[in-house]
């Protein structure tokens, strides 16, 4: 599995954006994907999760009401593609977000992914 990760940018406290985590690879539909960050001199944190087919998610609390994940599982081969909505943006959701995929279930912690896109920057100004 191959992702990479868009979409970031530079954006003001309260505005949105759609991150998005396109994958490669035939059988994506088998893999969970989860949303990391990390800001500077901190660790990566886990920010959420889409299951498989996309029915069940989860999200810390810091992004919940805010943050929704989403899934389109391509079903001919093609890419397929995992997005972050991101509202009501707030100057600590300033990071490197990451996407990452893993087989089997629901995970939070970064070391059990062993697939990963690069990062792609959220800056958000107060």
């Known amino acids: 599995v191959q992702l990479q990760a868009s979409g970031g940018g530079s954006v003001q406290a309260g505005a949105s954006l759609r991150l998005s985590c396109a994958a490669s690879?035939?059988?994506?539909?088998?893999?969970?994907v989860a949303w990391f960050r990390q800001a500077p001199g901190k660790e990566r944190e886990f920010v959420g999760a889409?299951?498989?087919?996309?029915?069940?998610?989860?999200?810390?609390?810091s992004v919940k009401g805010r943050f929704t994940i989403s899934r389109d599982n391509s079903r001919d081969g093609a890419k397929s593609t995992v997005y972050l909505q991101m509202t009501s943006l707030k100057p600590e959701d300033t990071a490197n977000y990451y996407c990452?995929?893993?087989?089997?279930?629901?995970?939070?912690?970064?070391?059990?992914?062993?697939?990963w896109g690069q990062g792609t920057q959220v800056t958000v100004s107060s």
């Open positions: 990452a995929a893993r087989g089997g279930s629901y995970a939070i912690t970064a070391s059990e992914y062993p697939y």
């Open positions: 889409i299951s498989r087919l996309g029915g069940g998610t989860g999200l810390v609390d």
């Open positions: 690879g035939r059988f994506f539909s088998s893999y969970v």
